[in-house]
């Protein structure tokens, strides 16, 4: 079992669907960030979320829209989706604290939209 | 602003010695971090600079100069399995939210 599962591994969906990204940690960590990775692009922090509290919105269109219900689990519903926003979606998680660890990451989710 | 370069595109011969370099401006630097990524894989952490100077692991080594915004990761005796994408990262803190901020990754080739 790793530390950070994400569902599915790939996704297609058209632009008028409605679906979710799970991501699950078994790390006991208090933060969890999801990311998008396009191709020759910087990893693009989304979302930061610490204490299931969400600290962060890094100017996501409200089409990405996360969810945090507890510690281990953060979801990116998606909707009305654009083909541009085709990527790979990465969940990862940290200790949030001035002492500083490395993040963790999933596999990944692979989204097509068509 | 935030900002983290690094070379798009490097080659070694296996065996060989590569040094990879990030050169980066934050506001609140918190750590530097070097991960490496295979293709279609997620991102695994090698390597976590705070202070200045070198952490050595294995065949991985990182250096660290904060005056200069600076880091480097060394790679010695190359491998096949070597060739993927190096990404750097550093952590940011900005009133009390700390972010990992990403450079574009190098990809490394290593040829026989």
């Known amino acids: 079992e790793t530390g950070v599962t994400q569902t599915p591994r790939h996704l297609v969906m058209g632009m008028t669907n409605k679906k979710s990204l799970k991501c699950e940690q078994h790390?006991?960590?208090?933060?969890m960030y999801w990311y998008k990775q396009s191709a020759k692009k910087p990893l693009e922090l989304m979302f930061v979320?610490?204490?299931?509290?969400?600290?962060e919105n890094n100017s996501v269109p409200s089409r990405f829209s996360p969810e945090c219900p507890n510690s281990s689990h953060l979801f990116l519903h998606l909707h009305t989706l654009q083909p541009e926003d085709s990527a790979l979606y990465l969940c990862?998680?940290?200790?949030?604290?001035?002492?500083?660890?490395?993040?963790?990451f999933g596999q990944g989710t692979r989204l097509t939209v068509v | 602003g935030q900002n983290i370069d690094q070379p798009t595109e490097m080659t070694a011969t296996e065996g060989a010695i590569v040094q990879i370099n990030c050169t980066y401006q934050?506001?609140?630097?918190?750590?530097l971090f070097w991960y490496q990524q295979h293709a279609g894989e997620a991102p695994t952490f090698l390597s976590y600079?705070?202070?200045?100077g070198l952490e050595e692991k294995g065949r991985f080594s990182s250096f660290l100069s904060r005056s200069k915004g600076y880091s480097y990761l060394l790679l010695k005796e190359l491998q096949m399995k070597d060739s993927a994408s190096y990404l750097c990262?550093?952590?940011?803190?900005?009133?009390?939210?700390?972010?990992?901020?990403f450079g574009t990754g190098t990809r490394l080739k290593v040829l026989a």
């Open positions: 990862a998680c940290s200790q949030y604290s001035s002492g500083g660890t490395e993040a963790f």
């Open positions: 790390l006991g960590h208090n933060a």
């Open positions: 979320y610490s204490l299931e509290e969400r600290v």
């Open positions: 934050t506001s609140g630097f918190n750590g």
């Open positions: 600079n705070v202070l200045d």
């Open positions: 990262a550093v952590r940011d803190e900005d009133s009390g939210t700390y972010k990992y901020i």
